[in-house]
Protein backbone atom coordinates (compact mmCIF):
# COMPACT_ATOMS: atom_id res chain seq x y z
CA UNK A 1 0.00 0.00 0.00
CA UNK A 2 1.21 3.00 -1.39
CA UNK A 3 1.19 6.05 1.63
CA UNK A 4 -0.44 9.10 0.13
CA UNK A 5 -0.73 12.36 1.61
CA UNK A 6 -3.91 15.06 1.10
CA UNK A 7 -3.76 18.43 2.03
CA UNK A 8 -6.20 21.00 1.18
CA UNK A 9 -3.60 23.83 0.31
CA UNK A 10 -0.06 23.85 -0.87
CA UNK A 11 0.87 25.17 3.09
CA UNK A 12 1.33 21.33 4.26
CA UNK A 13 3.54 20.38 1.40
CA UNK A 14 7.31 20.72 1.88
CA UNK A 15 8.90 24.16 0.61
CA UNK A 16 10.88 22.19 -1.42
CA UNK A 17 8.62 21.40 -4.06
CA UNK A 18 8.78 25.36 -5.29
CA UNK A 19 11.45 27.46 -6.36
CA UNK A 20 11.75 30.80 -5.39
CA UNK A 21 12.10 31.84 -8.67
CA UNK A 22 9.93 30.29 -11.00
CA UNK A 23 10.26 31.09 -14.74
CA UNK A 24 6.56 30.40 -15.44
CA UNK A 25 4.74 31.97 -11.67
CA UNK A 26 2.22 29.13 -12.40
CA UNK A 27 4.53 27.31 -10.79
CA UNK A 28 5.21 29.02 -7.90
CA UNK A 29 3.37 28.19 -4.33
CA UNK A 30 2.11 32.44 -4.20
CA UNK A 31 -0.13 30.74 -7.41
CA UNK A 32 -1.44 27.60 -6.03
CA UNK A 33 -2.00 29.55 -3.14
CA UNK A 34 -3.80 33.07 -4.35
CA UNK A 35 -5.40 32.04 -7.15
CA UNK A 36 -8.21 29.73 -5.58
CA UNK A 37 -11.69 30.97 -5.02
CA UNK A 38 -13.78 28.69 -1.98
CA UNK A 39 -15.87 26.42 -4.42
CA UNK A 40 -13.09 25.56 -6.55
CA UNK A 41 -12.33 22.10 -4.75
CA UNK A 42 -8.87 21.67 -5.48
CA UNK A 43 -6.90 19.77 -3.08
CA UNK A 44 -3.14 18.43 -3.08
CA UNK A 45 -2.42 15.12 -3.06
CA UNK A 46 1.45 13.58 -1.95
CA UNK A 47 3.21 10.69 -2.69
CA UNK A 48 6.58 10.78 -0.99
CA UNK A 49 7.58 7.19 -2.65
CA UNK A 50 7.08 8.92 -6.29
CA UNK A 51 8.44 12.24 -5.22
CA UNK A 52 5.85 14.16 -6.26
CA UNK A 53 2.85 15.39 -5.20
CA UNK A 54 0.00 16.57 -6.98
CA UNK A 55 -3.10 19.20 -7.55
CA UNK A 56 -6.79 17.24 -7.91
CA UNK A 57 -9.71 17.96 -7.79
CA UNK A 58 -13.28 15.82 -7.21
CA UNK A 59 -16.31 15.61 -8.28
CA UNK A 60 -19.81 13.97 -7.52
CA UNK A 61 -21.60 15.74 -10.48
CA UNK A 62 -21.64 17.24 -13.50
CA UNK A 63 -22.41 20.70 -12.01
CA UNK A 64 -20.33 23.60 -12.44
CA UNK A 65 -16.55 24.09 -13.48
CA UNK A 66 -16.41 22.72 -17.23
CA UNK A 67 -12.54 23.22 -17.15
CA UNK A 68 -12.39 20.54 -14.40
CA UNK A 69 -14.51 17.96 -15.42
CA UNK A 70 -12.99 15.90 -17.26
CA UNK A 71 -16.32 14.78 -19.19
CA UNK A 72 -16.54 18.57 -20.78
CA UNK A 73 -12.91 18.64 -21.10
CA UNK A 74 -12.84 15.28 -23.07
CA UNK A 75 -15.88 16.59 -25.19
CA UNK A 76 -14.52 19.66 -26.09
CA UNK A 77 -17.32 21.49 -24.93
CA UNK A 78 -16.89 25.21 -24.90
CA UNK A 79 -14.39 24.52 -27.98
CA UNK A 80 -16.54 23.79 -31.10
CA UNK A 81 -16.40 20.18 -30.97
CA UNK A 82 -19.33 18.15 -31.59
CA UNK A 83 -20.51 14.90 -30.27
CA UNK A 84 -23.12 12.80 -30.32
CA UNK A 85 -25.59 13.14 -27.67
CA UNK A 86 -26.24 9.53 -27.10
CA UNK A 87 -21.97 9.23 -26.60
CA UNK A 88 -22.20 12.13 -24.10
CA UNK A 89 -25.04 10.72 -22.58
CA UNK A 90 -23.02 7.09 -22.11
CA UNK A 91 -20.05 9.10 -20.69
CA UNK A 92 -21.83 10.85 -18.14
CA UNK A 93 -22.94 7.96 -16.18
CA UNK A 94 -19.47 6.46 -16.63
CA UNK A 95 -17.96 9.71 -15.55
CA UNK A 96 -20.37 10.99 -12.46
CA UNK A 97 -17.62 10.53 -10.01
CA UNK A 98 -14.38 11.89 -10.50
CA UNK A 99 -10.64 12.30 -9.74
CA UNK A 100 -8.85 14.70 -11.74
CA UNK A 101 -5.52 15.83 -11.80
CA UNK A 102 -6.01 18.99 -12.89
CA UNK A 103 -4.15 22.61 -12.89
CA UNK A 104 -5.09 26.15 -11.73
CA UNK A 105 -5.16 28.15 -14.67
CA UNK A 106 -3.93 25.73 -16.74
CA UNK A 107 -0.48 25.48 -15.33
CA UNK A 108 1.60 22.43 -14.26
CA UNK A 109 -0.54 19.91 -11.94
CA UNK A 110 2.12 17.35 -11.49
CA UNK A 111 4.77 18.83 -9.05
CA UNK A 112 8.46 17.09 -8.63
CA UNK A 113 10.64 17.75 -6.23
CA UNK A 114 12.89 19.65 -8.10
CA UNK A 115 17.07 18.85 -7.67
CA UNK A 116 19.13 21.51 -6.40
CA UNK A 117 21.49 23.55 -8.73
CA UNK A 118 24.88 23.82 -8.48
CA UNK A 119 24.28 27.12 -7.20
CA UNK A 120 22.15 25.78 -4.70
CA UNK A 121 18.77 26.92 -6.77
CA UNK A 122 16.33 24.62 -7.46
CA UNK A 123 16.47 23.30 -10.51
CA UNK A 124 13.92 21.48 -12.87
CA UNK A 125 15.03 17.97 -13.12
CA UNK A 126 13.35 15.74 -10.12
CA UNK A 127 15.96 12.68 -9.89
CA UNK A 128 13.84 11.29 -7.28
CA UNK A 129 10.51 11.47 -8.67
CA UNK A 130 9.01 8.08 -10.26
CA UNK A 131 5.76 8.81 -12.53
CA UNK A 132 5.14 4.94 -12.47
CA UNK A 133 4.77 5.13 -8.98
CA UNK A 134 2.89 8.49 -9.20
CA UNK A 135 0.46 7.19 -11.65
CA UNK A 136 -0.10 3.51 -9.43
CA UNK A 137 -0.70 5.08 -6.24
CA UNK A 138 -3.52 8.07 -8.09
CA UNK A 139 -4.64 5.01 -9.70
CA UNK A 140 -5.25 2.85 -6.23
CA UNK A 141 -6.90 6.01 -4.70
CA UNK A 142 -9.21 6.49 -7.60
CA UNK A 143 -10.09 2.80 -6.84
CA UNK A 144 -10.81 3.40 -3.25
CA UNK A 145 -13.24 6.09 -3.79
CA UNK A 146 -15.13 4.60 -7.04
CA UNK A 147 -13.69 7.70 -8.90
CA UNK A 148 -12.45 7.91 -12.60
CA UNK A 149 -8.88 9.54 -12.44
CA UNK A 150 -7.75 11.35 -15.27
CA UNK A 151 -5.40 13.95 -16.10
CA UNK A 152 -5.97 17.19 -17.61
CA UNK A 153 -4.78 20.06 -19.53
CA UNK A 154 -1.23 18.33 -19.48
CA UNK A 155 1.83 20.12 -21.65
CA UNK A 156 3.44 18.14 -24.26
CA UNK A 157 6.27 18.10 -21.92
CA UNK A 158 4.30 16.44 -18.65
CA UNK A 159 6.30 13.61 -17.08
CA UNK A 160 3.00 11.30 -16.95
CA UNK A 161 2.65 11.14 -20.57
CA UNK A 162 5.02 8.75 -21.31
CA UNK A 163 3.97 6.20 -18.51
CA UNK A 164 -0.11 6.75 -19.24
CA UNK A 165 0.70 6.10 -22.94
CA UNK A 166 2.48 2.64 -22.10
CA UNK A 167 -0.20 1.57 -20.13
CA UNK A 168 -2.90 2.31 -23.12
CA UNK A 169 -4.67 5.66 -21.76
CA UNK A 170 -6.85 7.53 -24.26
CA UNK A 171 -4.56 10.59 -24.59
CA UNK A 172 -5.51 13.88 -26.99
CA UNK A 173 -5.40 17.10 -28.09
CA UNK A 174 -8.00 18.58 -25.70
CA UNK A 175 -7.54 22.26 -26.02
CA UNK A 176 -4.60 25.44 -26.86
CA UNK A 177 -2.88 27.73 -24.69
CA UNK A 178 -1.30 30.38 -26.57
CA UNK A 179 1.69 32.84 -25.84
CA UNK A 180 4.20 35.17 -27.41
CA UNK A 181 7.38 33.48 -26.87
CA UNK A 182 9.82 36.15 -27.87
CA UNK A 183 8.30 39.78 -26.86
CA UNK A 184 11.33 41.45 -28.63
CA UNK A 185 13.61 43.77 -27.15
CA UNK A 186 11.31 46.69 -28.26
CA UNK A 187 8.63 47.73 -29.49
CA UNK A 188 9.82 47.76 -33.53
CA UNK A 189 11.57 44.70 -33.07
CA UNK A 190 8.33 42.72 -32.10
CA UNK A 191 6.76 44.83 -35.42
CA UNK A 192 9.88 43.79 -37.68
CA UNK A 193 8.01 40.30 -37.51
CA UNK A 194 5.36 41.07 -39.12
CA UNK A 195 4.51 41.63 -42.95
CA UNK A 196 4.29 45.26 -43.84
CA UNK A 197 0.75 45.27 -44.03
CA UNK A 198 0.05 44.12 -40.77
CA UNK A 199 2.43 45.87 -39.55
CA UNK A 200 0.92 49.30 -40.30
CA UNK A 201 -2.43 47.54 -38.87
CA UNK A 202 -0.50 47.17 -35.37
CA UNK A 203 0.59 50.89 -35.45
CA UNK A 204 -2.75 51.76 -36.41
CA UNK A 205 -3.87 50.03 -33.08
CA UNK A 206 -0.76 50.99 -30.95
CA UNK A 207 -1.75 54.47 -31.74
CA UNK A 208 -5.51 54.19 -30.99
CA UNK A 209 -4.77 55.77 -27.29
CA UNK A 210 -2.99 59.14 -28.53
CA UNK A 211 -5.79 59.24 -30.76
CA UNK A 212 -8.74 58.53 -28.48
CA UNK A 213 -6.62 61.23 -26.07
CA UNK A 214 -6.77 58.52 -23.72
CA UNK A 215 -3.49 57.34 -21.76
CA UNK A 216 -2.24 53.36 -20.41
CA UNK A 217 -0.20 53.08 -17.01
CA UNK A 218 1.65 49.60 -15.24
CA UNK A 219 1.46 49.32 -11.65
CA UNK A 220 3.36 46.91 -10.21
CA UNK A 221 4.29 45.86 -6.31
CA UNK A 222 3.49 48.66 -4.09
CA UNK A 223 2.15 51.32 -6.49
CA UNK A 224 -0.41 48.63 -7.03
CA UNK A 225 -2.98 50.91 -4.93
CA UNK A 226 -5.82 50.36 -3.13
CA UNK A 227 -7.89 52.27 -5.44
CA UNK A 228 -6.49 50.65 -8.57
CA UNK A 229 -7.48 47.46 -6.68
CA UNK A 230 -10.79 48.88 -6.63
CA UNK A 231 -10.78 50.14 -10.49
CA UNK A 232 -9.56 46.70 -11.59
CA UNK A 233 -12.44 44.49 -9.57
CA UNK A 234 -15.44 46.85 -11.21
CA UNK A 235 -13.88 46.46 -14.47
CA UNK A 236 -13.62 42.79 -14.13
CA UNK A 237 -17.19 42.35 -13.10
CA UNK A 238 -18.59 44.21 -16.02
CA UNK A 239 -16.18 41.74 -18.46
CA UNK A 240 -18.00 38.84 -16.65
CA UNK A 241 -21.38 40.09 -17.18
CA UNK A 242 -20.18 40.30 -21.07
CA UNK A 243 -19.42 36.52 -20.86
CA UNK A 244 -22.87 36.11 -19.15
CA UNK A 245 -21.81 35.60 -15.60
CA UNK A 246 -23.00 37.57 -12.54
CA UNK A 247 -20.74 40.44 -11.52
CA UNK A 248 -19.33 40.26 -8.04
CA UNK A 249 -16.62 42.86 -7.60
CA UNK A 250 -16.32 41.89 -3.98
CA UNK A 251 -15.33 38.11 -5.06
CA UNK A 252 -12.80 39.49 -7.76
CA UNK A 253 -11.68 41.87 -5.55
CA UNK A 254 -10.33 39.27 -2.83
CA UNK A 255 -8.61 37.29 -5.61
CA UNK A 256 -6.80 40.68 -6.72
CA UNK A 257 -6.03 41.08 -3.01
CA UNK A 258 -4.40 37.61 -2.42
CA UNK A 259 -2.42 37.85 -5.54
CA UNK A 260 -0.99 41.17 -4.95
CA UNK A 261 -0.28 39.87 -1.30
CA UNK A 262 1.26 36.64 -2.15
CA UNK A 263 3.31 37.91 -5.52
CA UNK A 264 3.97 41.29 -3.62
CA UNK A 265 6.85 43.26 -6.54
CA UNK A 266 5.41 40.45 -8.89
CA UNK A 267 1.54 41.39 -9.11
CA UNK A 268 0.88 44.30 -11.57
CA UNK A 269 -2.33 45.68 -13.21
CA UNK A 270 -2.59 47.26 -16.15
CA UNK A 271 -4.75 50.25 -17.47
CA UNK A 272 -6.42 51.88 -20.03
CA UNK A 273 -7.80 55.44 -18.79
CA UNK A 274 -10.11 57.30 -21.19
CA UNK A 275 -9.68 61.50 -21.95
CA UNK A 276 -11.57 61.84 -18.92
CA UNK A 277 -9.01 59.79 -16.69
CA UNK A 278 -11.78 57.02 -15.99
CA UNK A 279 -10.45 53.44 -16.20
CA UNK A 280 -11.89 51.67 -18.71
CA UNK A 281 -10.13 48.69 -19.19
CA UNK A 282 -7.50 46.52 -17.22
CA UNK A 283 -5.66 43.07 -16.92
CA UNK A 284 -4.10 41.62 -14.10
CA UNK A 285 -0.94 39.89 -14.24
CA UNK A 286 1.63 38.07 -12.24
CA UNK A 287 5.44 37.74 -13.45
CA UNK A 288 7.86 34.95 -13.12
CA UNK A 289 11.74 34.98 -14.19
CA UNK A 290 11.13 34.63 -17.70
CA UNK A 291 6.97 34.92 -18.40
CA UNK A 292 4.72 37.55 -17.36
CA UNK A 293 1.26 35.75 -17.20
CA UNK A 294 -2.21 37.88 -18.26
CA UNK A 295 -4.88 36.10 -15.99
CA UNK A 296 -7.80 38.45 -16.01
CA UNK A 297 -8.73 41.38 -18.57
CA UNK A 298 -11.61 43.96 -17.58
CA UNK A 299 -13.81 46.01 -19.56
CA UNK A 300 -16.30 48.68 -19.01
CA UNK A 301 -18.21 51.06 -20.93
CA UNK A 302 -16.02 53.43 -23.20
CA UNK A 303 -13.35 50.68 -23.84
CA UNK A 304 -14.54 49.44 -27.34
CA UNK A 305 -14.29 53.06 -28.79
CA UNK A 306 -10.53 53.24 -28.21
CA UNK A 307 -9.37 49.89 -28.55
CA UNK A 308 -8.82 49.53 -25.12
CA UNK A 309 -8.74 45.62 -25.13
CA UNK A 310 -5.73 45.30 -27.57
CA UNK A 311 -3.83 47.26 -25.48
CA UNK A 312 -4.30 45.77 -21.73
CA UNK A 313 -4.63 42.40 -23.41
CA UNK A 314 -1.44 42.52 -25.38
CA UNK A 315 0.51 45.52 -25.73
CA UNK A 316 1.09 46.58 -22.11
CA UNK A 317 1.63 43.22 -20.92
CA UNK A 318 4.77 42.53 -23.43
CA UNK A 319 5.65 46.19 -22.70
CA UNK A 320 5.80 45.27 -18.69
CA UNK A 321 7.89 41.96 -20.20
CA UNK A 322 10.58 44.01 -21.78
CA UNK A 323 10.90 46.57 -18.93
CA UNK A 324 11.47 43.37 -16.08
CA UNK A 325 13.57 41.14 -18.47
CA UNK A 326 10.76 38.27 -19.09
CA UNK A 327 10.87 37.28 -22.55
CA UNK A 328 7.07 35.48 -22.64
CA UNK A 329 4.23 36.44 -22.41
CA UNK A 330 1.58 34.20 -21.55
CA UNK A 331 -2.28 34.49 -22.36
CA UNK A 332 -4.21 31.08 -22.00
CA UNK A 333 -6.76 29.38 -23.72
CA UNK A 334 -9.75 30.68 -25.53
CA UNK A 335 -10.17 32.04 -29.05
CA UNK A 336 -6.69 32.25 -31.19
CA UNK A 337 -7.54 34.15 -33.80
CA UNK A 338 -6.71 37.31 -32.12
CA UNK A 339 -3.55 36.29 -30.20
CA UNK A 340 -2.68 34.36 -33.59
CA UNK A 341 -2.63 37.91 -35.32
CA UNK A 342 -0.36 39.53 -32.98
CA UNK A 343 2.45 36.86 -32.79
CA UNK A 344 1.08 34.18 -30.34
CA UNK A 345 1.39 30.76 -31.25
CA UNK A 346 -0.80 27.71 -29.82
CA UNK A 347 0.62 25.14 -27.52
CA UNK A 348 -1.56 22.06 -27.62
CA UNK A 349 -3.16 20.91 -23.80
CA UNK A 350 -3.28 17.33 -23.78
CA UNK A 351 -6.25 14.96 -21.61
CA UNK A 352 -5.87 11.41 -20.61
CA UNK A 353 -8.50 8.90 -19.86
CA UNK A 354 -7.74 5.43 -18.65
CA UNK A 355 -8.20 2.53 -20.94
CA UNK A 356 -11.06 1.11 -19.03
CA UNK A 357 -13.51 4.56 -19.72
CA UNK A 358 -14.72 3.44 -23.21
CA UNK A 359 -17.34 6.82 -23.29
CA UNK A 360 -14.75 9.07 -22.65
CA UNK A 361 -11.64 7.61 -24.74
CA UNK A 362 -14.30 7.75 -27.84
CA UNK A 363 -15.42 11.43 -26.92
CA UNK A 364 -11.35 12.35 -26.22
CA UNK A 365 -10.69 11.08 -29.93
CA UNK A 366 -13.14 13.22 -31.90
CA UNK A 367 -12.33 16.12 -29.46
CA UNK A 368 -7.98 14.94 -30.60
CA UNK A 369 -9.27 14.75 -33.97
CA UNK A 370 -11.15 18.17 -34.40
CA UNK A 371 -7.84 19.77 -32.79
CA UNK A 372 -5.15 18.30 -35.25
CA UNK A 373 -6.97 18.25 -38.32
CA UNK A 374 -5.23 20.42 -40.54
CA UNK A 375 -7.17 23.53 -41.93
Given at each position: MVTLREYGSVDGLSEGYWSTAPEDPRTSAAWLTANRWPEDGVRFLEVPAAGAACAVRTQDDHAGFPRMNCTDIAAGTGREVTQPEAELEKARAEGLRQLNVCALGYGQS?????????????????????????????QEHARDEGRLLTFLHLDEADPVLPVLRARGWHVGVTDRYFGIEDVGEDEGGYLARF??????????????????????????????????????????????????????????????ERLRTAFG????????????GRAVASATLVLGTRDVLLRMVGLGPGSEEIGAYFHVAYHLPMRLARATGASRVLFGTGNGTPKLRRGATARPLLSAVPPGAAAHGALLHRTNGAFTAGP
Open positions: VFPVPVPGPDGAHGAGGAGFDAEALVTALPADRRRQLRKELASLDAAGASAEIHRGDTVTDEVQQEVARLEACADEKHGIPGDPARLLRVNPGYAVALVRDRD
